[in-house]
C-alpha cells in the first residue's frame, strides 16, 4: 500500500510533464521563447523552460493550433525585452536582443561589450567597464538617444535648418548660399545690366546704374528724348542717342527754336510804313503815308480816301478824283439826299422809310424795334420788308431753310411767308413727327384707329393730337368704316337727289371707280332732258356728254380700253372747261380730254343738277308709285353690269346708305364677281372668257357651242373609233385609229393627219404658216389648201403672176384673136345672107326661136333675150 502512492505520485508526474510538452509544443512551434501574451484563446504563458517552450494556463486543445496558424510572432514567442522578426517566406521567427543581451533567449551578455552593446554604429570600450563611443548625431549609454543637430543653429543668414538622420541640411534664402549659408551670391556674375551700364551687387538682388540715354531694369530701354516736345515754334524733333535735335521752322533760331528772326531788321517798309515783324515774315502798314503796296512802295489813288459818300463810285483823275451818285443823291461828294420814296422803290408791300429827315429817322427806329434790321439801298431811303423778304427793294425770299430749322430728318420747303417742315415718318421706331420744326411726336396714330387698312395720318393743332385716315380705295369715312363698293346686276339703276350746290366759283368735280366687262354701259347720268351730265362706256372707250339747254352738245372720250374687267378710275372736272380724265396706272397724258364748259361762269351749276342715276336709267314707275321716271327717254347705253366704287358728286360720297328699296333696282353692296372659267368649262382647247353673270368660250374649229363641245368632222363618219385594250390599258382609238400591240402595251396607231395617245388631235398642217405671199391656209386632213392673194398662185402661193406670166397671157390672147378674125368676118357675111333670106322668104317664128335655145356669146352661156325673142 505504500508503493502506490510512490508509484502513483511518479505516474502523475509523468502524465503532468508529459501534458505540460504536449501543451508546450503546440504553443511554441518555432522553438522560441513566448511572450507574455503569446498564448490565445483565453489561455496564458506561465513560465519558459530551457526547452523553449511556454506552459499555457488553459489546455484546450486547438489552442496552440489557432496561435501559430497565420504568423509565428502572433504568440509572441520572444521575451519582453527582445522584438520578434517573423522571416520571410518560412513559418517561423527570430528575436533581436537588446543591446548588453545575447543568445536565443537574450539572456545578458557574458561580458561589458557583446556583439551587440552600442546602437547606430557605436563602439564599445571595456573602460573598466562597458562603454559607447557614439557617432555624430547620437548619445546614450548605448548610443540609443538621436541628437538635434539643428539646436545650434548652424544655418546663418536667416537660413531655415532642418534635422537629419545624421545631420542637418540649411535651406538659404535669396542671395546666399553654401551648407551653412554662409556665401553671398553675386548676381552681377551673369552681366545682367546692358549698354555699358554699372551693375550694384545687393543682398538678393542688384541695380544697374544706367548710361544717359538708357533706361530699364537692365538699361535696356533707349530714352526718346523728343518724348517731352522740347522744340518750340513748329519745330520738328529728331531724337539721338542721349541727346535730341531741333529742326526750326523757316523764322527760328536756337536749340530748342526759341528765337524769331526779326525780318523788320532790315527795314523792308517804304515810305515810313510801319513794319511788323510776324514769324518768318513781315507786314507793311501803310496808313498816313500816302502810299500802298506790300512794302508801301505804291502811291496811293486820290479815291483811296473814299471821299463819295452814300455808296457812290469815286473814279480817279490825275491829280483829282469825280463822284458817280446813287439815284437820290446829289452834290459834289453825293452828299445831298434827294426824295427816294417818291418813286416808290419797295416791293412786295415793302414800306419805304426817308433817311434824311428827322421823322424818317424816328420811324425808322419804331419799326427796327418791332422788325431785323433791313439792308440800306444807299439812296437815302431804306425798305422795311414783310417777313419772309429781304433785299434793299425786298426783291430777295429769306432762305430761311438754310439754318436747318426742320429737326428728325425733316424737308424744309421756302416759301415767301417762311418755311415749311414736311415731317417724316421712322419706320424703325414707328415715330410720327410734327409740329412748326418736327420737333412733336405725334401721338394721335398710337392706338391704330383707321380701319380696313386705311393709312393713319397724325396731327397736331394747338397742343391738341389728332389723326386723318387716308382710305383705301372701297373705303371713305373719317376712320375708313363705310364702304363704297356698289354692284349692279343689269337692269338696274341707283337714284340718288343731289343735296346743296357747292358755292361759286369754285367749280366742282364728279369722280368715281368702275369695273366691268361690258364694251357699253351707262355709269352716270345727271340732270333731265335738258341739261344733263351722262358718262358712258361706249366700245370699251370712256365717253362724257354734256348737254346744256340749247347750246352745242359737248363729247368727250378716253381711248384707252376699260371693259377688261380691271378696276379704272375717271374724273370729270367741270370749271371754265370741262376736263375728263382716266385716272388709271399706265393711262398718262393721252388720258386727258379738255372742252370749253357749256356751263356759264365757272361750270358749278354742274353739280346743283337734282336727279342722278348711277348704272342705268329707270323705265316706268319708281317702286314707291309716287313719281313717273320715264320721262328720261335719253338714249343711252345699256344699264351697268358690274361695279362702281368711291362715287363722289362733288364732296358728297355715296355709299351703301344712299341704297334704298323705292329708289334702286338690282343693286346690292360690295362687288360680286364669280370666276366662271374656273371650273374649265370650255373643252377642245377653247378659250374662256370671264363674263359679269356667266362665262362665253372661244372655241377652235370646227368645235362651237356653248363649251366647245358641238363640232362635226365628215372624216369621223368614215373613221370610226375602235376600241383598244386589255387588262392593264382600256383606250378608245379616234379617226380611224388602229389598235397595235407595241412592247407589249395596247397603243393606237393613228391615220396620217392626227396624232395623240388616242389619235383625237388632228394635225394642224397652218402652224407652220406654210402659204407664201398673204396667203389664207386652210386645214385639211392630212393637208392645207392656200387661199392665194390676186397677183399669186401656186399650192403655196408662191408664183408671182404680176412678174412676167401676165404679159404671156396677153400675148396668148392676140395669137388668139389674129386666128379667130377670118372666122368672124364670114361668120358675119353667113348672117346677114341669112337675114336677107327670111326677110324675103318667109314670116318671122318666134316659137321657133325660142326653141333653139341659148346661145355662145364669148366666154359664157346665156339665154337670149327676151326683147329679142319679141321682135
Given amino acids: 500500500m505504500a508503493l502506490w502512492p510512490v508509484n502513483g505520485c511518479v505516474l502523475l508526474c509523468l502524465g503532468v510533464s508529459l501534458l505540460i510538452s504536449v501543451k508546450s509544443s503546440f504553443c511554441n512551434k518555432n522553438d522560441t521563447k513566448c511572450l507574455s501574451d503569446s498564448c490565445q484563446s483565453n489561455s496564458t504563458c506561465k513560465d519558459f523552460s530551457?526547452?523553449?517552450?511556454?506552459?499555457?494556463?488553459?489546455?484546450?486543445?486547438?489552442?496552440?493550433?489557432?496561435?501559430?496558424?497565420?504568423?509565428?510572432?502572433?504568440?509572441?514567442?520572444?521575451?519582453?525585452?527582445?522584438?520578434?522578426?517573423?522571416v520571410p517566406g518560412e513559418r517561423r521567427s527570430l528575436c533581436s536582443c537588446p543591446p548588453g543581451h545575447s543568445g536565443a533567449g537574450c539572456h545578458p551578455a557574458a561580458g561589458p561589450c557583446g556583439p551587440r552593446s552600442c546602437l547606430h554604429g557605436g563602439v564599445c570600450r571595456q573602460d573598466p567597464g562597458a562603454v559607447c563611443l557614439c557617432p555624430a548625431g547620437y548619445a546614450g549609454r548605448f548610443c540609443e538617444l538621436d541628437l538635434d543637430e539643428c539646436a545650434s543653429s548652424p544655418c546663418l543668414h536667416g537660413a531655415v535648418c532642418r534635422d537629419g538622420a545624421d545631420g542637418y541640411s540649411c535651406f538659404c534664402v535669396p542671395g546666399y548660399q553654401g551648407r551653412r549659408c554662409d556665401v553671398e551670391v553675386d548676381e552681377c556674375v551673369s552681366e545682367p545690366c546692358q549698354n555699358a551700364a554699372t551693375g550694384l551687387n545687393e543682398i538678393g538682388r542688384y541695380t544697374c546704374l544706367c548710361p544717359r540715354g538708357f533706361s530699364g531694369v537692365n538699361c535696356e530701354l533707349e530714352v526718346d528724348e523728343c518724348w517731352s516736345q522740347p522744340c518750340l515754334n513748329g519745330a520738328t524733333c529728331q531724337d539721338a542717342v542721349g541727346a535730341y535735335f531741333c529742326d526750326c521752322a523757316p523764322g527760328f533760331l536756337g536749340d530748342r527754336c526759341e528765337l524769331n528772326v526779326d525780318e523788320c531788321a532790315s527795314g523792308p517798309c517804304l515810305h515810313g510804313g510801319l513794319c511788323v515783324d510776324g514769324a518768318n515774315r513781315y507786314s507793311c502798314t501803310c496808313a498816313g503815308s500816302g502810299f500802298t503796296g506790300t512794302r508801301c512802295e505804291t502811291l496811293m489813288p486820290p479815291c483811296w480816301s473814299e471821299p463819295c459818300h452814300n455808296n457812290a463810285v469815286c473814279e480817279d483823275s490825275a491829280d483829282s478824283y469825280t463822284c458817280h451818285c446813287q439815284p437820290g443823291y446829289?452834290?459834289?461828294?453825293?452828299?445831298?439826299?434827294?426824295?427816294?420814296?417818291?418813286?416808290?422803290?419797295?416791293?412786295?408791300?415793302?414800306?419805304c422809310v426817308e433817311l434824311s429827315s428827322e421823322t424818317g429817322r424816328e420811324r425808322l427806329a419804331r419799326l427796327l424795334s418791332a422788325s431785323r434790321r433791313p439792308k440800306t439801298s444807299g439812296y437815302g431811303y431804306v425798305c422795311?420788308?414783310?417777313?419772309?423778304?429781304?433785299?434793299?427793294?425786298?426783291?430777295?425770299?429769306?432762305a430761311e431753310c438754310s439754318s436747318s430749322p426742320c429737326r428728325n430728318g425733316g424737308t424744309c420747303v421756302n416759301s415767301p411767308e417762311g418755311y415749311t417742315c414736311h415731317c417724316p415718318y421712322d419706320p424703325r421706331s414707328g415715330v410720327f413727327y410734327g409740329g412748326r420744326d418736327c420737333s412733336d411726336t405725334l401721338l394721335g396714330c398710337a392706338d391704330h384707329p383707321c380701319l380696313n387698312n386705311g393709312t393713319c395720318v397724325p396731327h397736331i393743332h394747338d397742343g391738341r393730337h389728332g389723326f386723318d385716315c387716308l382710305c383705301p380705295p372701297g373705303y371713305t369715312g373719317s376712320r375708313c368704316g363705310t364702304?363704297?363698293?356698289?354692284?349692279?346686276?343689269?337692269?338696274?339703276?341707283?337714284?340718288?337727289?343731289s343735296g346743296l350746290a357747292p358755292a361759286r366759283n369754285s367749280g366742282c368735280t364728279i369722280g368715281l371707280r368702275f369695273q366691268t366687262v361690258q364694251p357699253a354701259a351707262l355709269l352716270l347720268f345727271q340732270g333731265d332732258q335738258d341739261t344733263f351730265v351722262m358718262l358712258e362706256v361706249l366700245a370699251g372707250f370712256v365717253h362724257l356728254t354734256v348737254q346744256v339747254g340749247d347750246r352745242p352738245k359737248v363729247v368727250l372720250l378716253i381711248p384707252h380700253d376699260t371693259s377688261d374687267g380691271g378696276w379704272h378710275a375717271v374724273e370729270a372736272t367741270f370749271a371754265e372747261a370741262v376736263t375728263l380724265a382716266l385716272r388709271d396706272h399706265p393711262c398718262l397724258e393721252p388720258c386727258i380730254a379738255r372742252a370749253p364748259s357749256p356751263f356759264e361762269h365757272d361750270g358749278s351749276s354742274a353739280c346743283a343738277l337734282q336727279n342722278s342715276f348711277f348704272g342705268g336709267l329707270p323705265e316706268g314707275r319708281a317702286h314707291s308709285g309716287d313719281a313717273l321716271l320715264n320721262v328720261y327717254k335719253i338714249p343711252s347705253a345699256p344699264s351697268l353690269i358690274g361695279c362702281l366704287q368711291d362715287v363722289h358728286l362733288d364732296s358728297n360720297a355715296i355709299t351703301a346708305e344712299n341704297v334704298s328699296f323705292d329708289r334702286s333696282l338690282n343693286v346690292r353692296a360690295g362687288c360680286t364677281r364669280k370666276d366662271w372659267c374656273e371650273s374649265q368649262p370650255c373643252?377642245?382647247?377653247?378659250?374662256?372668257?370671264?363674263?359679269?353673270?356667266?362665262h362665253r368660250c372661244e372655241c377652235h374649229r370646227?368645235?362651237?357651242?356653248?363649251?366647245?363641245?358641238?363640232?362635226?368632222?365628215?372624216?369621223?363618219?368614215?373613221?370610226?373609233?375602235?376600241?383598244?385594250?386589255?387588262?392593264?390599258?382600256?383606250?378608245?382609238?379616234?379617226?380611224?385609229?388602229?389598235?397595235?400591240?407595241?412592247?407589249?402595251?395596247?397603243?393606237?396607231?393613228?391615220w396620217p393627219g392626227f396624232t395623240g395617245e388616242r389619235c383625237d388631235k388632228d394635225i394642224d398642217e397652218c402652224a407652220s404658216d406654210p402659204c407664201l405671199h398673204g396667203g389664207r391656209c386652210h386645214d385639211l386632213l392630212n393637208g392645207f389648201?392656200?387661199?392665194?392673194?390676186?397677183?399669186?398662185?401656186?399650192?403655196?402661193?408662191?408664183?408671182?403672176?404680176?412678174?412676167?406670166?401676165?404679159?404671156?397671157?396677153?400675148t396668148a390672147i392676140g395669137?388668139?384673136?389674129?386666128?379667130?378674125?377670118?372666122?368672124?368676118?364670114l361668120a358675119v357675111v353667113a348672117s346677114v345672107l341669112a337675114s336677107n333670106k327670111r326677110a324675103t322668104q318667109g314670116s318671122y317664128s318666134p316659137s321657133r326661136q325660142e326653141k333653139d335655145g341659148s346661145r355662145m356669146e364669148m366666154w359664157s352661156v346665156m339665154d337670149a333675150p327676151a326683147v329679142e325673142r319679141l321682135i
Wanted: a negative charge; aromatic letters at 6%.
Fill in 483 to 497: 364702304a363704297t363698293t356698289l354692284s349692279f346686276e343689269g337692269s338696274g339703276f341707283l337714284w340718288v337727289s
Fill in 683 to 694: 373643252h377642245n382647247r377653247g378659250r374662256c372668257l370671264n363674263l359679269w353673270l356667266g
Fill in 384 to 398: 422795311i420788308c414783310p417777313p419772309g423778304l429781304t433785299g434793299v427793294h425786298c426783291e430777295e425770299d429769306v
Fill in 785 to 810: 389648201r392656200c387661199a392665194c392673194a390676186l397677183a399669186f398662185a401656186g399650192p403655196r402661193c408662191e408664183l408671182d403672176l404680176a412678174d412676167g406670166l401676165l404679159s404671156d397671157v396677153f
Fill in 702 to 750: 370646227p368645235y362651237h357651242g356653248r363649251g366647245c363641245h358641238e363640232g362635226r368632222f365628215c372624216r369621223y363618219l368614215r373613221l370610226p373609233p375602235t376600241l383598244c385594250g386589255n387588262e392593264k390599258t382600256n383606250l378608245t382609238c379616234y379617226n380611224g385609229g388602229n389598235c397595235t400591240e407595241f412592247q407589249g402595251e395596247m397603243k393606237c396607231a393613228c
Fill in 815 to 825: 395669137s388668139v384673136t389674129l386666128a379667130l378674125l377670118p372666122i368672124l368676118f
Fill in 50 to 86: 530551457e526547452d523553449k517552450s511556454c506552459r499555457c494556463s488553459d489546455t484546450a486543445v486547438h489552442v496552440d493550433k489557432d496561435c501559430a496558424e497565420e504568423d509565428p510572432c502572433l504568440c509572441s514567442p520572444c521575451p519582453g525585452h527582445a522584438a520578434c522578426v517573423h
Fill in 330 to 351: 446829289t452834290g459834289a461828294q453825293c452828299e445831298t439826299d434827294l426824295d427816294g420814296c417818291g418813286s416808290g422803290p419797295c416791293q412786295a408791300g415793302g414800306r
